[in-house]
């Protein structure tokens, strides 16, 4: 798209932007759909989905305290969001999706969004997806490529610790690919919420042991963050089994003793793995994010996964302030947020 400017080359557009912690405000912002890049794309924003353990992460500031390394860290004021589906409205010359195209992409909160997809994945939405399932795919696929790269296979036992969307989607993915599956959660509210999901066999912590027993589990996935957590996925997998840590470790344990991990990791011959999803390429190779990406859109197209019991409700940008207040001061009855962008 080259020529001369006019007014119809820009684009208003509104996003969420974090200026402090627990502060929330919508920011107006100029989008130019004028002189693309041969790659880019610009995405008019229909639904995306507010992501409780990273994003509430941002909110409440521990990502700006945490365990990572200081470079790493990001500053505010923050642009949360990275769940996104939404209709192509302008295109490069060579980008691979047609005018009109709906698309999941890994994209902050914002009504109109620019940007090329080969540094943010953005694939096509498979035909009869509902707009409101479709940004699961993507807090799906966070937990969907830990199970992917493991060792264990369909029939072997997988336990999925923490309960949040992320770890209850991936309990959801293991289960309707054949694994047995043990989902651990300490909330009762999460784990009637799982068992409205779907999810067979959920049980609290102190009953997880029994619950895998004899053997223990071939795979323990770990979503909460918790290193305590991290502690029971060692007590529960089985000798030679493996362990991945999925949830982000923002605020420090110091009651757990890494000494008590690394025991369990050597007498019981464990693999101690990360889950982060960045190990594996954006596109490209057998494992990739977007290749996952399409596998769990695939998996909600068909029903294997169910995603409505996670929603405690849909709101409109300007009422996202109140939506992230609500997840942070109570997690064990709010889930998460789907953020209308037609309504705004």
Do not use: K
């Not at 509104?14 to 920011?27: A, D, H, K, T, Y």
């Not at 989008?31 to 794309?41: F, T, Y």
């Not at 190779?285 to 695939?298: F, H, I, K, N, P």
């Amino acid at each position: 798209m080259t020529g001369t400017r006019t007014p119809a080359d820009q684009r208003s557009a509104i996003c969420v932007v974090f200026p402090g912690p627990r502060q929330v405000e919508l920011e107006e912002v100029a989008v130019d759909l004028g002189d693309l890049g041969p790659h880019e794309v610009v995405v008019q924003a229909r639904r995306s989905v507010i992501s409780p353990g990273t994003e509430l992460a941002h909110y409440r500031g521990d990502s700006l305290v945490g365990l990572s390394l200081p470079a790493p860290r990001p500053s505010q004021p923050f642009h949360p969001g990275y769940a996104m589906a939404g209709t192509v409205i302008a295109a490069g010359s060579e980008s691979s999706f047609p005018l009109g195209t709906s698309v999941l992409s890994h994209t902050p909160h914002q009504s109109v969004v620019r940007f090329d997809p080969r540094q943010y994945v953005c694939v096509p939405l498979p035909a009869g997806i509902g707009l409101d399932m479709a940004p699961f795919a993507r807090l799906g696929q966070v937990g969907g490529v830990s199970l992917q790269l493991a060792a264990a296979r369909p029939g072997d036992t997988v336990a999925v610790i923490g309960l949040g969307p992320i770890g209850n989607l991936v309990a959801q993915l293991a289960q309707a690919s054949g694994y047995r599956v043990v989902s651990v959660e300490r909330s009762p509210g999460r784990r009637e919420l799982a068992r409205s999901s779907g999810l067979s066999t959920v049980v609290a912590p102190e009953d997880a042991g029994g619950a895998v027993a004899p053997s223990g589990a071939n795979l323990v996935l770990e979503c909460s963050g918790s290193q305590l957590a991290v502690l029971l996925a060692t007590e529960m997998c089985a000798l030679h089994g493996e362990v991945m840590v999925v949830g982000a470790p923002w605020r420090d344990e110091p009651d757990v003793a890494a000494s008590s991990v690394v025991a369990r990791v050597f007498e019981r011959f464990l693999s101690l793995r990360s889950g982060w999803e960045w190990q594996v390429p954006l596109y490209g190779e057998e494992r990739s994010v977007a290749g996952c990406t399409r596998w769990v859109l695939d998996r909600l197209a068909d029903g294997s996964v169910s995603t409505a019991p996670l929603v405690s409700g849909t709101v409109t940008p300007d009422q996202a302030h109140a939506a992230y207040g609500v997840l942070d001061s109570e997690p064990d009855r709010n889930f998460t947020f789907l953020l209308d962008w037609e309504a705004a």
